[in-house]
């Protein structure tokens, strides 16, 4: 089952602040996190293990709510390469990821 | 590095026709799957693979079949192709498989349509 991913979109001026949420109705092990820009393949931004530490990358960060099966990624002062999509994914057995999260980041 | 390498990158099929999308990684990666993405419906999990010889099913398996014969290829058959599989489809691998604690590495997609 596809965790929920909020909101679905997202349009920011550069130097703003950004959450974006996702949920599983499933115990979580794991949450990643990729970012994809249009027309490419989704990359890599991290992952947080249960009972792990939040995580960062440059202005990126992410909490794991293992009780509540939540994870956010924050994204600070916001710059324009930080547009795309960004998906979570879960699973202990394979690999799923949400609907995606549209981000648009104008100057 | 060639990392996860997918052919075709575009294909245009008729109904009814059967096909083969390619999947190579040379990283000796355990795990890996197919995804196919879809306007408002994200990545959804077709079928995935923890090793040689062992596959199974995703969220979203009719129509497609795939086998593991060797770590580095994991091939995806459209049996009989319809309107309805018309998508972007991705290739990934990850170094481990289960419980999912390695990132995934992605190839370029293979734009499928069915006409």
């Known amino acids: 089952q596809q965790p929920v991913q909020s909101p679905q979109a997202v349009i920011l001026r550069e130097g703003e602040d950004a959450v974006i949420n996702c949920s599983s109705s499933?115990?979580?092990?794991?949450v990643h996190w990729y970012r994809q820009k249009h027309g490419e393949a989704p990359v890599f931004l991290m992952i947080?293990?249960?009972?792990?530490e939040q995580k960062g990358h440059e202005k990126i960060s992410a909490s794991f709510n293992e009780k509540k099966q939540q994870s956010s990624l924050y994204l600070t002062a916001s710059q324009l390469s930080y547009s795309g999509t960004y998906f979570c994914g879960q699973g202990a057995q394979k690999l799923v990821f949400g609907q995606g999260t549209r981000l648009t980041i104008n100057p | 590095n060639a990392g996860v390498t997918q052919t075709p990158k575009f294909q245009v099929l008729k109904t009814g026709q059967s096909m083969t999308l390619q999947c190579a990684q040379d990283m000796n990666h355990e795990y890996m799957s197919w995804y196919r993405q879809d306007p408002g419906m994200g990545l959804r999990l077709i079928h995935y693979?923890?090793?040689?010889?062992?596959?199974d099913q995703g969220e979203v398996p009719n129509g497609y079949n795939v086998s593991r014969s060797t770590t580095e290829d994991f091939p995806l058959r459209l049996l009989s192709a319809a309107p309805s599989q018309t998508s972007v489809y991705f290739c990934?691998?990850?170094?481990?498989?289960?419980?999912?604690?390695?990132?995934?590495?992605f190839g370029q997609g293979t734009r499928l349509t069915v006409v």
């Open positions: 499933k115990a979580l092990y794991s």
């Open positions: 947080l293990l249960k009972g792990g």
């Open positions: 693979s923890v090793g040689a010889g062992i596959t």
């Open positions: 990934a691998s990850s170094r481990t498989g289960p419980p999912m604690n390695t990132e995934a590495f």
